[in-house]
């Protein structure tokens, strides 16, 4: 594809189109590869997310910004971002990554993402960098929930089964379809011991792993929804050591009183 494609995609059109293809350039390509811009894309890209969670969530504090930061500025995050510009038909790779599928590896997306940040940067400055990145990241923060500060589904599935001391869901592609440079992944997610199977289906094997455990958490949730609660039985009224004792010497006593005491049939 032509890289005016991608500048539509990003809503941004360069002035000198050599650095978009620097961007694009993985270091297996050419020796005038994308690792400089991707150094300085990523810092490009924390000050903008994180000016961003600023305005956005005005009632967490340091601590909860850095982590949700970090969750939204993550390969992972990145990778899916790249997915969804279709970054990888614009990669430049040499003929061992092609071979490997390299286009698909999310370490190389994210790298050429944060690259591509780098590149707006030094074409169009500050402001235009932050710009692309919050209309790339628009679709990520509408569905981020401060609660679980930007954790992705498996990440939250994992911690739920380890606070209930559940063993960890175990992921297995199933099925793919479609072409090499457009394949589509079938992940199934199982959880024996609450005897849940679920599948996702994603553009890439993270992706579809990622949608098996947003259905998995839900079914987990639904299972602990229909169990019933466990009542607690009413437990008699236990005294203290103490007074047990004392009323047990005094119970003895009365006991030794009566039998001793004198009656009209027995007088002494």
């Known amino acids: 594809m032509k890289p005016a ?4 995609r990003l809503d941004y059109r360069f002035a000198d189109i050599g650095l978009l293809e620097q961007a694009l350039t993985h270091r297996s390509h050419s020796s005038r590869h994308n690792e400089r811009l991707e150094f300085l894309g990523d810092s490009v890209l924390n000050c903008a997310v994180a000016a961003q969670l600023y305005e956005r969530y005005l009632r967490l504090d340091e601590g909860d910004l850095s982590r949700l930061r970090a969750n939204l500025v993550k390969q992972a ?9 279709d970054l990888s038909s614009f990669l430049r790779l040499g003929e061992g990554e092609l071979k490997s599928g390299g286009f698909r590896r999310p370490s190389i997306l994210a790298d050429a993402l944060e690259a591509v940040f780098g590149a ?10 932050c710009r692309v990145i919050r209309r790339l990241y628009q679709p ?5 929930d401060p609660k679980t500060l930007g954790k992705d589904a498996k990440t ?4 739920h089964l380890q606070g209930r001391r559940i063993p960890l869901p175990q992921y297995t592609v199933v099925a793919t379809h479609g ?3 457009s394949q589509e992944f079938e992940v199934e997610c199982a959880i024996p011991k609450l005897e849940i ?3 996702g289906v994603g553009g890439s094997r993270r992706a579809a792993e990622q949608e098996a455990a947003r259905s998995a958490l839900e079914a987990v949730q639904r299972v602990e929804l229909a169990q019933p609660r466990r009542g607690r039985a009413r437990k008699s009224p236990q005294l203290s050591l103490p007074v047990a004792v004392a009323q047990e010497a005094g119970a003895a006593e009365a ?3 009566a039998r001793v005491a004198p009656t009209k049939e027995n007088p002494r």
Do not use: N
């Open 255 to 257: 006991s030794a009183a």
């Open 197 to 199: 199977v679920v599948r």
């Open 140 to 144: 990520l923060l509408a569905g981020v």
């Open 179 to 181: 072409a090499a440079h």
């Open 77 to 85: 995050s990145l990778a899916d971002i790249a997915q969804r510009l």
């Open 5 to 8: 494609e991608l500048e539509a």
């Open 120 to 129: 707006v940067y030094l074409d169009g400055g500050f402001d235009e960098a």
């Open 156 to 159: 939250l599935l994992q911690e």
